[in-house]
């Protein structure tokens, strides 16, 4: 198979040469996959390291949703994606019960060890928790009567409930244990991300040190009022030794935040991400027993509040509002949702556009509002969704 389009970054058109599930070459040919060409961007398809569902479907198998309101079934997850431009994710499992996490594990490798394709759409299941602090403001919307101390012991039965798939764990470094503990995540080759925490910076800087490699969504799951000076937000931003994901969907972090949090990580060390839960992408209305809502506008929110209650966008949402609202360019902003996630993940061959690489691409179009309009992606150089 054949594919054109123009790079985001120099706007020449080409043609890519498909073959075995990898690129095989380029050229200026005709394609047999030719959306517009030259009004049409090909680049690689998005990574997402945080996805807990999407569109009525939970990875944590209801815990986002209500009775009769999420299915059982993860498989749609990643063709909704696909409409999103995503080819590729990490099933993201939250704090809960050990059997719960346990339960959730097993049923995201039943469905991904059946089908080739979504085999490789997973490069490693996201572990968000239950190693989190346990007060208002860092704990977010995980359940308290869950949130507990690091247990090696525990981790080792989600490894195996996982098939050895795990390989992104958020923890505050702040509770008992965690520092070996993140040492001996790092030294099991999982990267360890800093999130939901209120630790004080030198407690950052012990874990950076320790192995810490991710700041995970930051500006979000933290207090509401901290200190100006020293806190774990800024120590975070300063650390060139941890990468920074973040939620730009409009929602999550203001304009002039995600402008400063863009500007001192840089493309190089930022990541989109979405962290979409089950009732992202379901019409606006009350779900969970009337706990959450989803609004028009589609955030997600405490039912009858302001206040934040999951994410409700793809990355086709946060990388065009990361390209209007901050200095970043489309082709910077793509790269902050495939290369960079995949190198974080030691993922070689995702997320670059050259000979030998994955052929995970998607055609698409910066409108001038709006989420990014997808006209095709591939996973494996198989079409996986066109419009």
């Given amino acids: 198979m054949r594919v054109r389009g123009k790079l985001c970054d120099t706007g020449e058109v080409v043609t890519l ?30 990574l997402d390291l945080q996805v807990n569902g999407f569109g009525g479907y939970d990875f944590n198998l209801g815990a ?24 590729a994710l990490c099933p993201t499992i939250t704090t809960n019960s050990r059997e719960a996490m346990i339960a959730a594990l097993k ?15 997973v490069p ?7 190693y989190i602090a346990a007060e208002d403001g860092p704990r977010g919307a995980h359940p308290l009567e869950h ?6 012991d525990e981790f080792q039965a989600f490894q195996d409930a996982a098939a050895g798939l795990i390989g992104i764990v958020t923890l505050a470094p702040e509770r008992p244990g965690a520092l070996r503990f993140i040492e001996q995540l790092s030294e099991a080759g999982v990267v360890v991300a800093l999130g939901h925490t ?23 799951g933290s207090h509401a009022l901290i200190p100006r000076h020293s806190n774990y937000l800024w120590e975070q931003l300063a650390c060139d030794g941890l990468y920074a994901s973040i939620i730009a ?14 500007r001192t990580k840089g493309a190089e060390r930022l990541v989109l991400v979405s962290d979409a839960i089950s009732l992202g992408g379901l019409p606006a209305g009350r779900y969970a027993g009337g706990v959450r809502e989803v609004l028009p506008s589609g955030k997600v929110v405490v039912a009858g509040t302001p206040y934040l209650s999951g994410a409700g966008h793809l990355l086709d949402t946060c990388i065009a509002h990361v390209v209007r609202h901050t200095d970043l360019t489309l082709a910077q902003a793509v790269r902050c949702a495939t290369e ?21 691409l998607v055609l698409l179009r910066m409108p001038d509002d709006g989420p990014l309009k997808i006209e095709a992606t591939l996973r494996l150089g198989e079409i996986i969704y066109k419009r």
């Avoid at 030719?34 to 961007?41: H, P, R, T």
């Avoid at 949703?65 to 909704?80: K, M, N």
């Avoid at 469905?111 to 080739?116: F, G, I, K, L, S």
């Avoid at 949130?147 to 090696?152: A, C, G, L, T």
């Fill in 64 to 87: 986002w949703g209500g009775e009769g309101e999420v299915s059982s079934e993860l498989a749609p997850i990643f063709d909704l994606a696909a409409r999103a431009g995503t080819a």
């Fill in 124 to 130: 490693g299941i996201h572990v968000e928790g239950p």
């Fill in 147 to 152: 949130v507990r101390n690091p247990s090696w």
């Fill in 249 to 262: 969907d409009g929602h999550h972090l203001p304009p002039s935040v995600l402008q400063t949090f863009v």
């Fill in 198 to 220: 209120g630790a004080e910076p030198a407690v950052i800087r012990d874990a950076v040190l320790a192995g810490a490699r991710m700041s995970t969504h930051l500006g979000n």
């Fill in 17 to 46: 040469t498909l073959a075995g599930g990898r690129i095989a070459g380029f050229g200026r040919d005709s394609a047999d996959v030719d959306l517009g060409g030259s009004e049409v961007y090909l680049a690689p398809a998005f």
């Fill in 340 to 360: 960079v996630p995949a190198q974080l993940l030691g993922q070689g061959g995702r997320g670059e556009l050259r000979v030998g690489a994955d052929a995970d």
């Fill in 107 to 121: 049923a995201i490798v039943d469905t991904v060890e059946q089908d080739r394709s979504l085999r490789h759409a």
